[in-house]
């Protein structure tokens, strides 16, 4: 196949993975949805962080959303990344961001987790933030991904999650050596 064949064929795909596009109910943002979700983890769970952190899991993304230069769906956008033509945006980056955002609210009634999927396959591993009911373990919790949809929040119960199975992240690392 010739230079020109390859670079028709990498735009037809570029298209396509862009033309995945993002769900229509995740740029219909619903803070209160994700709240009252939060919320029936436990009875112990406090309205006023179930609130401010569906809130901030909506909000903040999109605010890194701008910080990120993204522009285009997050396979892509992690190819500018790693090429050096955007400064953050993998999903670690997302996780990394939103995890610190959300500990500045000195949650006492939620914990907050990290997750990994795919931690054996390095091109496909995926990082993200669950919240959970103090003291409950992560499986108990509902994910909350930015990355998924380039800034807009996907999230779901760890164990309705279709397209992940998450593994806490301390045991991920672990199990590689890692700290």
């Known amino acids: 196949m010739t230079r020109l064949g390859l670079v028709i064929w990498g735009l037809i795909a570029a298209l396509f993975l862009t033309a ?4 229509q109910e995740a740029l219909r943002p619903n803070p209160a949805e994700l709240a009252q979700e939060i919320l029936a983890l436990d009875a112990d769970v406090d309205i006023d962080e179930a609130n401010r952190v569906a809130r901030i899991a909506y909000e903040y993304p999109l605010e890194l959303r701008v910080v990120y230069n993204v522009t285009d769906g997050p396979l892509i956008h992690n190819t500018k990344v790693n090429q050096g ?28 987790h990290r997750a990994i999927a795919n931690h054996d396959n390095i091109r496909i591993e995926h990082s993200t ?8 373990n992560m499986r108990e919790g509902i994910v909350l991904d930015p990355w998924r949809y380039g800034g807009y929040l996907y999230w779901a119960p760890v164990l309705e999650d279709e397209r992940y199975v998450w593994e806490e992240r301390n045991k991920v690392f672990a199990a590689k050596g890692l700290r």
């Open 129 to 136: 933030v669950i919240v959970s009911a103090k003291g409950d």
């Open 20 to 23: 995945c596009g993002v769900p």
């Open 85 to 112: 033509l955007r400064p953050r945006g993998l999903c670690w980056h997302w996780a990394d961001d939103l995890e610190a955002r959300l500990r500045q609210e000195d949650l006492q009634s939620l914990t907050l």
